[in-house]
């Protein structure tokens, strides 16, 4: 089991920057895949990025360029870093694993493990 903890959330002015930290409690065995979603009320959940245990990074294609994912194994800490961020990034954050290999279709998968979300709010 991994309990899932995000932070870093809140708001910020459009053009800004934020880091957004998960802490992941309890044993993240091989193989796993950890990583991003978020998701606006109303609107479908939207994969951002990925990590598998091997350390590959994969990013939704739209997601390529202002998000940047990275780990740091030693604290069991996974990071989203967000620049030049726009109203539409206005959304809650969710971190989210799975004792899987994340695959191509990891984004449209139902991952086991999700943390309770932090709350992104860019104004214009």
């Known amino acids: 089991q991994v309990q899932l903890a995000e932070s870093g959330g809140g708001s910020v002015q459009a053009g800004g920057s934020l880091r957004l930290s998960c802490t992941a409690s309890?044993?993240?065995?091989?193989?796993?895949?950890i990583g991003w979603f978020r998701q606006v009320p109303d609107k479908e959940r939207e994969g951002i990025a990925v990590?598998?245990?091997?350390?590959?990074?994969t990013y939704a294609e739209s997601m390529k360029g202002r998000f940047t994912i990275s780990q740091d194994n030693g604290k069991n800490t996974l990071y989203l870093q967000m620049s030049s961020l726009k109203p539409e990034d206005t959304a809650m954050y969710y971190c989210?694993?799975?004792?899987?290999?994340?695959?191509?279709?990891?984004?449209?998968?139902?991952?086991?493990?999700w943390g309770q979300g932090t709350l992104v709010a860019v104004s214009s």
């Open positions: 309890g044993y993240l065995s091989s193989p796993y895949c």
């Open positions: 989210v694993a799975d004792f899987l290999r994340c695959g191509v279709s990891w984004s449209y998968r139902a991952f086991e493990h």
């Open positions: 990590i598998d245990d091997d350390g590959t990074t």
